[in-house]
């Protein structure tokens, strides 16, 4: 059981060029959930998904598109990097608990630098 | 608009201490508070979950409170030792928002020196 997974760990863009990041999990949670993270800021909710082949926007998602055609993966992609887009991203999954929380469990993260 | 906040952004304590993280949230309305540990380079780990029902949680020397009325939550650590050592996240789940939605705080960075 490797719980969320997120494909690259690291990665050096150009400013312009495209990416895609993968986030897989093997719980079987409906909910998936990308993060961004910059220095001295909380956790900032980009695009979610309540389940397989549906995506919502988040609190930033401009400059970001998401897809989830598998339940187990959840894509993040970049269409044209620019710098302000260099930062940490999480990737998350959740399922519903009794009584209707949702714990949220994350991936290692990928660290992306846009120069 | 629901916001997070905790104090202090940093903490130094000498090992053995006890100590107490901070977390304050604007708007009452929430499903959840939930505390995170994240360690340098590394993703978010669960520690506690505190249901909007509940007054608090317990887990081995971790003790979280929550008080909704005042928008206030604790993170208690007893006999903190290095290993403690990292960064402490506390987030909200608000009502308003679908539920599906989480609103994270800043953080606290705490170093336990041995």
């Known amino acids: 059981n490797a719980g969320v997974t997120q494909t690259p760990k690291f990665r050096v863009l150009k400013t312009g060029q495209s990416m895609t990041l993968l986030c897989a999990q093997d719980?079987?949670?409906?909910?998936m959930y990308w993060y961004r993270q910059d220095p001295g800021m909380g956790l900032r909710l980009i695009h979610y998904s309540v389940g397989e082949g549906t995506t919502a926007k988040g609190e930033v998602p401009d400059g970001y598109n998401v897809s989830r055609l598998k339940k187990q993966n959840f894509l993040l992609g970049l269409e044209s990097a620019a710098p302000s887009q260099t930062s940490v991203y999480f990737c998350a999954s959740s399922y519903l608990m009794r009584g209707g929380d949702l714990e949220q469990y994350f991936g290692p993260g990928t660290r992306l630098t846009v120069t | 608009k629901q916001e997070v906040t905790q104090i202090p952004a940093a903490l130094s304590v000498p090992e053995g201490e006890n100590l107490v993280l901070n977390c304050s949230f604007t708007d009452s309305a929430i499903y959840n508070l939930q505390w995170f540990r994240q360690d340098p380079g590394k993703g978010l780990t669960s520690l506690l979950l505190?249901?909007?029902?509940?007054r608090e949680q317990t887990s081995g020397r971790l003790n979280a409170s929550l008080d909704k009325s005042s928008g206030r939550s604790t993170l208690y650590i007893a006999a903190s030792q290095p290993g403690d050592s990292a960064t402490y996240l506390c987030?909200?789940?608000?009502?308003?928002?679908?539920?599906?939605?989480?609103?994270f705080g800043a953080g606290t960075r705490l170093f336990v020196k041995a």
């Open positions: 505190i249901q909007s029902s509940q």
């Open positions: 719980m079987n949670h409906e909910y």
């Open positions: 987030a909200v789940r608000p009502r308003n928002t679908g539920g599906f939605k989480t609103i």
